[in-house]
């Protein structure tokens, strides 16, 4: 019963610990660009970019596609960081 006991311990505090390593938050973004299609893309401070498109949700965009900002500049997309995204436009969502 006592083993029972410490693997249920064991296994909660490690899925805690693995969950918090994929938290996501606003000071991992070093900027957001709006683009000229409405969709908005991160781009986070290690230089990956992640994109929400024009209705709010996490968005796939493939590496090396140019977008055009709203201003008119082209910018390239630079990974595709679906997850980050996801996890910033839904980290709201949590308590």
């Known amino acids: 019963m006592l083993k029972k006991i410490l693997v249920a ?3 909660a505090v490690s899925s805690t ?9 606003m000071a991992q973004v070093s900027k957001s660009i709006p683009l000229k299609d409405g969709s908005t ?7 990956k970019m992640g994109m929400e498109d024009k209705l709010g949700r ?3 965009m493939k590496q090396g596609h140019a977008m055009e ?7 390239i997309m630079n990974g595709n960081e ?3 995204a996801q996890e910033l436009l839904h ?3 949590r308590e």
Do not use: E, N
């Open 17 to 25: 610990i693995a969950l918090s390593a994929f938290a996501v938050d």
């Open 41 to 47: 893309v991160y781009i986070f401070k290690d230089g």
């Open 58 to 60: 996490a968005t796939v």
């Open 69 to 75: 900002t709203k201003d008119g500049k082209k910018i």
């Open 9 to 11: 311990a064991v296994i």
């Open 82 to 84: 679906i997850w980050r």
């Open 91 to 93: 980290s709201t969502h």
